[in-house]
């Protein structure tokens, strides 16, 4: 194909997820909710392993779009569970397309107070969790020819905000990884990029956002004018799991509002 005809045949159908099966983790509420829905509105399948219990918000907006969606309960930590949640995928559809590792906690504590078993637990999921089911996920994606992994930082993947060294380290971390799996696995057409979102109101942080000098300091920080919400992020998740990113590969994209270029 000359320069001209691929041109012309670029289409919006590059965008499109139809007939790709994609797991997101916590994906049962919040920004994975977004990314979940988002992925069934652009026609892929849905694995979902989940921490808390309630499904059934996100079971009856993907069904909504007319795709499927299953789950799996347990806890992300766990390297047997890892494991399982790929098992259960691959003998629910068969395949694993797109991987969402969006799973994640954090712990506020004073820094001098801060307890080890809470630097380990977070950790535990915000970094290693993402190499673990990366890594496991990878393996069946290289047999299927392909796939995309997508691995969510923070604005605390560029800087450090006090009282939470654990997520600070993770969230540089999950870059880290983000690159080395791009180097590792480009060769055979797997695509791991980050995205990185801003300030958005979720239950991870609402006990942060309820402190109004807080909020009000964040939100004099966003070029935006205004917190994010959950569909701020739908859009950037969709081109990183299709055809349109394909030559995307080790890049983390910030989805803030203009935080991170506001002094
Ligand atoms: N909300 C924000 O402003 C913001 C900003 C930057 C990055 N993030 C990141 O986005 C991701 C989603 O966070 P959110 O804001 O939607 O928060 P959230 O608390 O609503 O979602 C976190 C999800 O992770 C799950 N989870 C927690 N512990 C788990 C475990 N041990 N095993 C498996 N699953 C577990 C929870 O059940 C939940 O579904 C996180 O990685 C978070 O760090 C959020």
Not at 210 to 233: N, P, Q, S, V
Not at 235 to 256: H, M, P, Q, R
Request: proline content about 2%.
């Amino acid at each position: 194909m000359n320069a001209l005809d691929k041109i012309a045949a670029f289409s919006m159908d590059y965008f499109s997820l139809k007939g790709k099966v994609a797991i997101v983790t916590g994906a049962n509420q919040g920004l994975g909710m977004g990314y979940a829905v988002a992925f069934a509105k652009a026609g892929a399948d849905l694995y979902i392993p989940h921490y808390t219990d309630d499904v059934s918000d996100v079971k009856r907006l993907i069904e909504a779009e007319g795709r499927r969606v299953a789950f799996i309960k347990g806890d992300l930590t766990d390297r047997n569970y890892i494991k399982a949640v790929v098992e259960g995928c691959l003998k629910e559809y068969g395949r694993i397309d797109i991987l969402v590792n969006n799973a994640g906690t954090n712990h506020f504590a004073p820094f001098f107070d801060f307890p080890g078993e809470a630097y380990d637990r977070v950790l535990e999921l915000q970094l290693k969790s993402v190499y673990f089911l990366g890594h496991e996920v990878a393996k069946v994606m290289k047999a299927q020819g392909g796939g995309k992994i997508i691995n969510i930082g923070s604005a605390l993947s560029y800087t450090a905000d006090r009282k939470c060294p654990a997520y600070v380290t993770a969230k540089h971390g999950v870059i880290g990884i983000t690159r080395d799996f791009a180097n590792e696995l480009g060769p055979y057409n797997i695509q791991c990029n980050a995205i990185c979102p801003g300030f958005i109101q979720t239950d991870m942080n609402i006990a942060v956002s309820a402190d109004k000098a807080f909020y009000d300091h964040i939100t004099g920080r966003i070029a935006a004018g205004r917190w994010g919400d959950l569909d701020d992020l739908m859009g950037t998740a969709v081109f990183l799991a299709s055809k349109a990113s394909d030559y995307l590969n080790g890049a983390d994209i910030k989805v803030d509002g203009g935080f991170s270029c506001v002094l």
